[in-house]
């Protein structure tokens, strides 16, 4: 018995991984090898990655311009970790981010390393912002998610009921993100009123954090109007806005960051994910050099001198000068928005529709259990493809943005033909969506 089980290929896993593990219980497939947008597993199947991990890969997997920076820091012995110690690695990170990124937007920011993780940043920015402000309340929307540490998760919308208590929620007002429920700029205004009511009731916040666009939350998207409106809320507040751009980032809404159109300028930016452009673990925050108000060593980590994801970034970061990348990018977004078009189309708009902007994009589907059978489906065409949203309503497409066009063509074909499965086996479309 425990023979034949031991001789499965997923046996390990099951025998010594912790529960917790997750991604993997859909997709088993033991993976080995990535190149841009495809990846194999140990038994040489070939699968499309409509992932992305979650968005850490937006130049895919092994990038050749990045793997051979990689490959040649290596090959020099190149200083790999360093706490904060001055390296040629991290100057030429500094220099490529104020040069490509920064000054091209007219931003001028501080750069914060911070631990290696997402969570990291975000619990680093929820820090500065009440040391900054001297206040302790921080607002934060519904169906934001920013991480997993306990100041992350207390201003993240998910709670997960199993577990006990798992937050600190004292000391965060929740308010609803555009849309929810209808909700608008009124919504704001209220708050805004009841803060500044000396018996309103609430405490004038140290921060406002948001996502632009929301990732694991159902690719919400917030409107440049009301974006602008809660950075002017913010600065009549006296709060610090931090946008979490750790999934819209690096590129995923079709430019840098995701607020650019909104023409807002936060006070603190979380970068995480895709920014070392090759999966290796690097965060950062964007800090308005009059909010730099950390002493030396007051938050201090072991981990905040990856060399080997500086170097990466650095080269990463070239590419958003790139007019080639830049318009295969334009291209790949327009593909698959005329795909979403077209399919919502073809199942009827109110029971299929698209959400979400640009490469970060997918379908919502009135019936939510639908979502999951696409999903299977998807896996066993050799789509590698997640669900987002409150009720995991969204089927999230998140290729590399360096797909190429007919790899795309092939992903988006395998899709097709897992919602034409999903709907044979269960046909109901279900409600429609309010209007
Ligand atoms: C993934 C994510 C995080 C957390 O990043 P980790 O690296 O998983 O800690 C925070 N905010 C947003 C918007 C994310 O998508």
């Not at 219980?25 to 194999?40: D, E, H, K, Q, S």
């Not at 990655?49 to 051979?68: E, Q, R, T, V, W």
């Not at 201003?155 to 209808?182: C, F, M």
């Not at 490469?359 to 998807?378: A, D, P």
Request: glycine share 10%.
């Amino acid at each position: 018995m425990l023979d034949a089980r031991s001789s499965r290929p997923d046996f390990e896993f099951e025998r010594s991984e912790s529960g917790v593990r997750y991604y993997c219980r859909n997709m088993p497939a033991i993976l080995t090898r990535g190149l841009n947008a495809r990846v194999w597993d140990e038994s040489g199947h070939e699968y499309i990655d409509f992932l992305s991990a979650c968005g850490a890969l937006n130049y895919g997997h092994n990038h050749p311009i990045l793997k051979s920076r990689i490959m040649s820091y290596l090959a020099s012995d190149g200083i790999l970790t360093s706490l904060d110690l001055h390296t040629a690695a991290k100057r030429a990170f500094l220099k490529a981010f104020r040069e490509a990124i920064l000054t091209p937007h007219g931003l001028d920011y501080r750069i914060q390393f911070t631990g290696p993780t997402g969570t990291n940043a975000v619990e680093a920015a929820l820090k500065l912002a009440r040391k900054v402000t001297g206040r302790r309340t921080v607002a934060a929307f519904t169906n934001a998610f920013h991480g997993m540490t306990l100041g992350s998760m207390s201003v993240s919308g998910k709670r997960n009921d199993a577990a006990p208590e798992p937050v600190l929620p004292d000391g965060v007002t929740r308010l609803p993100y555009e849309g929810y429920l209808g909700a608008g700029i009124a919504e704001l205004d209220r708050y805004a009123a009841m803060v500044e009511d000396p018996s309103g009731g609430e405490e004038r916040p140290a921060a406002i954090i948001l996502e632009a666009v929301q990732g694991e939350g159902g690719l919400n998207v917030a409107s440049p109007g009301w974006l602008r409106h809660v950075a002017r809320l913010a600065a009549r507040l006296g709060a610090l806005l931090i946008v979490d751009d750790i999934q819209a980032g690096c590129g995923r809404t079709g430019s840098f960051f995701s607020f650019e159109k909104a023409g807002i300028r936060p006070d603190i930016v979380c970068l995480s994910k895709s920014l070392s452009g090759t999966g290796l673990p690097l965060s950062v925050l964007l800090i308005a050099p009059q909010h730099d108000k950390w002493q030396p060593g007051e938050h201090n980590g072991t981990f905040r001198g990856n060399n080997l994801a500086f170097v990466s970034a650095a080269a990463a970061l070239e590419m958003w000068k790139d007019e080639e990348f830049l318009s295969g990018v334009r291209a790949s977004s327009r593909r698959v928005w005329d795909w979403l078009t077209a399919t919502s189309e073809r199942y009827g708009p109110n029971h299929i529709r698209p959400k979400g902007v640009g490469l970060m994009s997918g379908l919502e589907f009135t019936n939510h259990g639908l979502t999951q059978r696409v999903c299977r489906e998807c896996y066993r065409r050799k789509v590698l493809i997640e669900t987002s949203g409150a009720h995991d309503e969204v089927v999230k497409i998140m290729p590399p943005l360096t797909i190429e066009p007919d790899v795309l063509d092939e992903g988006l074909d395998r899709l097709d033909d897992a919602i034409a499965s999903a709907l044979r086996q269960s046909p109901d479309l279900g409600k429609r969506f309010a209007a």
